[in-house]
T-cell receptor, first 114, second 111 residues
Framework: GAVVSQHPSRVICKSGTSVKIECRSL??????MFWYRQFPKKSLMLMAT?????????EQGVEKDKFLINHASLTLSTLTVTSAHPEDSSFYIC??????????FGPGTRLTVL | GQQLNQSPQSMFIQEGEDVSMNCTSS?????WLWYKQDPGEGPVLLIA?????ELTSNGRLTAQFGITRKDSFLNISASIPSDVGIYFC???????????FGTGTRLTIIP
């Protein structure tokens, strides 16, 4: 149980384009989903917390207009990187949780912006 | 954002050796978690600790929640090749769903 999937697993895009990443909880309903970014050889840094049906809460320094988060259902959250630039290249990981319980992580999405 | 201090940063050991790593914080947490991350994958939960002083085992892994609630350690006994990876601690504040991650410990097993 407690499986979280992400799609796509890898994406390469041109600078200036937008990329959408999906995060799904496959066998449970997640009241909260989290989005993290991880640069090479670094730790996970929380970008935003997303609750179903409400606006995401962004961490300090994360641009909400650049990283659009939609949490339309209890099993799906999406992260859209708008007007991507090379510095946005990173490993994006989502997690899903029921309330304040254990977070279950997705397998991550490797974004490369050319 | 805040990160927890995790040490050592990296470890090079031989198969069969025991491993110990720890995590410290300047603030109190009510939950400590230990994750393992393989290259190109998301973190996988190894052990969760919910009470100060708690000592919990999961197979060859043992973790403890420090009495002060500001630290935790993870031990791996008799390491095997599949233990290779990056280990992260994570702390959760009381009543807060967010996790704060440690800086990670990269474990390499020398043939």
């Amino acid at each position: 149980g407690a499986v979280v999937s992400q799609h796509p697993s890898r994406v390469i895009c041109k600078s200036g384009t937008s990329v959408k990443i999906e995060c799904r909880s496959l066998d449970f309903q997640a009241t909260t989903m989290f989005w993290y970014r991880q640069f090479p050889k670094k730790s996970l840094m929380l970008m935003a917390t997303s609750n179903e049906g409400s606006k995401a809460t962004y961490e300090q320094g994360v641009e909400k207009d650049k990283f659009l988060i939609n949490h339309a259902s209890l099993t799906l959250s999406t992260l859209t990187v708008t007007s991507a630039h090379p510095e946005d290249s990173s490993f994006y990981i989502c997690s899903a949780a029921v309330s304040t319980d254990t977070q279950y992580f997705g397998p991550g999405t490797r974004l490369t912006v050319l | 954002g805040q990160q927890l201090n995790q040490s050592p940063q990296s470890m090079f050991i031989q198969e069969g050796e025991d491993v110990s790593m720890n995590c410290t914080s300047s603030s109190i947490f009510n939950t400590w978690l230990w994750y393992k991350q393989d290259p190109g994958e998301g973190p996988v939960l190894l052990i969760a600790l919910y009470k100060a002083g708690e000592l919990t085992s999961n197979g060859r892994l043992t973790a403890q929640f420090g009495i002060t609630r500001k630290d935790s350690f993870l031990n791996i006994s008799a390491s095997i090749p599949s233990d290779v990876g990056i280990y992260f601690c994570a702390g959760q504040h009381p009543g807060n769903e967010k996790l704060t991650f440690g800086t990670g410990t990269r474990l390499t097993i020398i043939p």
